[in-house]
């Protein structure tokens, strides 16, 4: 079988920036939802706080020159950047537009389009909205010849040529069809032989790729359509009776809408079938109490040997030979605010990236 090759989804908000400068204070980055965090029961792993590459700032090389390495040595073949568009506006771009100026910054990427509204619910939906997702075929024209210059980039990664591109909410389109067709379009013009659209499949987002004029789908993991029955605390009575003590008491009660046991998670990972034209996705862990202070989803308990069990499952059983490429995806190589990350903690350390190594070697 031809080699494995994990990309690992990369948050580049660990840099302060003019907009969460004004929309959350002075000097905000991910690390300050990340050391806010607090146990909200016995057995709660929080805070996650980073042990090897410690708190960096990612307009440093050497922060990102370090995090190149660390994924080398652990055989990851390369990043996917998220990637912020706001009709011409670009936002938490400077990480990868100084990586593309550094030569010794050689780590394969490719970009996932975060098309969603910045909002203070940190989901996307519209409540206080900050920054909104505005779609035309005008803007699919000018986002298109605005990414050329990436796809065109040495490294950005590619399957016969073409350039690996993902969306990441397709449904927020009026029309993804004509979309797609507008990029596939440009970057033949380009002088590329098309591109390779893909999408993250998720609980929003459930149709077959080539449906809608995409050519793949990854299972961006978590997936709560997957989570195991009876592990949902959505407005159950005693919800209730919280949410009312914290009004009565005006005090702050973190109430857990989504608990699910990481052990049973992988399980049903493990028993239900693959999806055509759909790579696999994995997580190590999730938790996002540090970011969503209302209704976190928590996988708890999770630990090295759950996730090598999952991720042998993947390695043996997904049907490599049906895709152009063996891409395995892993949700996430830093996302620290939701508890979603290879890079080394103080609780685990390299044992993540250890279990990576040890069975995609």
Not at 61 to 75: D, H, N, P, V
């Amino acid at each position: 079988m031809t080699k494995i090759k994990p990309i690992a989804i990369y948050l580049p908000q660990f840099h302060p920036i003019p907009e969460n400068d004004e929309w959350w204070g002075k000097g905000f980055t991910e690390w300050t939802n990340v050391t806010k965090a607090k146990p909200l029961f016995e057995g709660h792993y929080q805070p996650h706080l980073p042990a090897d590459l410690g708190f960096y700032d990612l307009r440093l090389e050497e922060a990102r020159l370090a995090q190149e390495q660390m994924a080398k040595a652990y055989g990851i073949h390369g990043f996917c950047y998220y990637h912020y568009w706001f009709n011409g506006k670009r936002l938490l771009h400077e990480p990868l537009d100084r990586k593309l100026k550094n030569p010794k910054e050689d780590l394969p990427f490719m970009l996932c389009w975060a098309n969603e509204n910045w909002t203070r619910a940190w989901d996307g939906l519209d409540r206080e909205v900050l920054l909104k997702q505005e779609y035309s075929f005008e803007d699919d024209l000018i986002h298109i010849e605005h990414l050329i210059s990436y796809f065109k980039q040495e490294h950005y990664i590619k399957v016969e040529g073409k350039p690996v591109f993902i969306v990441y909410k397709p449904n927020q389109f009026p029309d993804i069809l004509k979309t797609i067709n507008i990029w596939r379009k440009t970057a033949k013009e380009a002088g590329f032989p098309d591109m390779y659209i893909g999408y993250a499949l998720n609980a929003d987002n459930q149709f077959e790729p080539k449906s809608k004029g995409f050519d793949f789908a990854f299972e961006f993991q978590p997936n709560s359509m997957n989570c195991p029955p009876n592990n949902f605390f959505s407005e159950t009575l005693l919800n209730k009776v919280i949410r009312k003590i914290k009004k009565k008491l005006k005090i702050k009660v973190t109430v857990v809408t989504c608990f699910v046991n990481y052990s049973e998670y992988v399980k049903n990972q493990i028993n239900k079938d693959f999806i055509a034209n759909v790579y696999p996705g994995i997580t190590p862990m999730w938790d996002n109490s540090a970011r969503r202070k209302k209704n976190p989803f928590i996988l708890h308990d999770s630990s090295p040997e759950h996730y090598k069990n999952w991720l042998t499952h993947l390695k043996n059983n997904y049907s490599w030979e049906t895709m152009p490429e063996n891409f395995l995806f892993i949700n996430a190589w830093n996302e620290w605010a939701e508890g979603n990350h290879l890079e080394p903690c103080q609780k685990w350390g390299t044992k993540y990236l250890e279990a990576t190594k040890e069975i995609l070697k």
